[in-house]
């Protein structure tokens, strides 16, 4: 693929969701150094086998819009992200699930799941917000020495959401032990961002930042990802 960068869309295309017409014009924004950025979408049900179907991609991004069609199509595409070393985002529906994946594949919660989806599992890794976030937005503070914070060279931001459903606090102890490390909290202590600190560019956040490419605005995290694509 030769001459732009190209991202995989891992996630159900809908021309509806707001994230989904946002996410093209970021990485347009964002292209640097005379290389053009594509993003190519991938429907969940077409990964079969993600080292196969994903191997081309210079980076993936797990987008918004969940339940998927295929949870595992989903969860595959953010393992072969994770242990390939590709540059990966993930936003809303792709934090939650980058969080299942680690969880399950490292942590040892092999039963971990999602309350929207499998209500009656007995691991809810990830659970309904005590408020939920639908278009709605919030302070949050960053972590000194995270990705998410270079990115945006601040220490508090404040961004928009549309979710209903987050981490877990109950499995915190057990999630962040490794190398899983939280890096964004609202100001209640609930973590809002997830970076790897074993991979070069390993960052999901449950709020969508990529929003802010329709009001012509470059999303900081969206710059760093795509400066990775080239590293």
């Given at each position: 693929?030769?001459?732009?960068?190209?991202?995989?869309?891992?996630?159900?295309?809908?021309?509806?969701?707001?994230?989904?017409?946002?996410?093209?014009?970021?990485?347009?924004?964002?292209?640097?150094?005379?290389?053009?950025?594509?993003?190519?979408?991938?429907?969940?049900?077409?990964?079969?086998?993600?080292?196969?179907?994903?191997?081309?991609?210079?980076?993936?991004?797990?987008?918004?819009?969940?339940?998927?069609?295929?949870?595992?199509?989903?969860?595959q595409a953010i393992?072969?992200?994770?242990?390939?070393?590709?540059?990966?985002?993930?936003?809303?529906?792709?934090?939650?699930?980058?969080?299942?994946?680690?969880?399950?594949?490292?942590?040892?919660?092999?039963?971990?799941?999602?309350?929207?989806?499998?209500?009656?599992?007995?691991?809810?890794?990830?659970?309904?917000?005590?408020?939920?976030?639908?278009?709605?937005?919030?302070?949050?503070?960053?972590?000194?020495?995270?990705?998410?914070?270079?990115?945006?060279?601040?220490?508090?931001?404040?961004e928009g959401y549309?979710?209903?459903?987050?981490?877990?606090?109950?499995?915190?102890?057990?999630?962040?032990?490794?190398?899983?490390?939280?890096?964004?909290?609202?100001?209640?202590?609930?973590?809002?961002?997830?970076?790897?600190?074993?991979?070069?560019?390993?960052?999901?956040?449950?709020?969508?930042?990529?929003?802010?490419?329709?009001?012509?605005?470059?999303?900081?995290?969206?710059?760093?990802?795509?400066?990775?694509?080239?590293?």
């Open positions: 693929m030769a001459g732009k960068f190209h991202v995989a869309l891992v996630g159900d295309r809908d021309p509806s969701v707001i994230a989904h017409q946002a996410i093209p014009e970021a990485l347009r924004l964002c292209a640097s150094s005379g290389r053009a950025v594509e993003g190519v979408w991938v429907h969940t049900n077409s990964i079969r086998g993600a080292a196969d179907d994903l191997s081309e991609f210079d980076g993936i991004w797990c987008v918004p819009a969940s339940p998927y069609a295929s949870m595992e199509g989903a969860l393992r072969f992200a994770r242990e390939s070393g590709r540059p990966f985002l993930g936003t809303c529906g792709g934090f939650q699930h980058a969080i299942i994946e680690y969880a399950r594949n490292v942590s040892g919660l092999r039963n971990a799941n999602h309350a929207e989806t499998h209500p009656g599992s007995p691991l809810l890794l990830i659970s309904p917000l005590a408020c939920p976030l639908v278009e709605r937005s919030e302070e949050i503070v960053l972590q000194n020495g995270g990705l998410v914070k270079k990115a945006y060279g601040e220490a508090r931001i404040t549309h979710c209903g459903y987050g981490l877990n606090r109950e499995y915190e102890g057990i999630l962040f032990r490794n190398d899983l490390r939280p890096t964004a909290h609202n100001l209640g202590g609930e973590v809002r961002a997830v970076e790897l600190s074993s991979h070069p560019f390993f960052v999901a956040t449950l709020f969508q930042h990529e929003r802010k490419a329709l009001q012509s605005e470059i999303p900081p995290l969206v710059r760093a990802f795509v400066a990775a694509l080239a590293r």
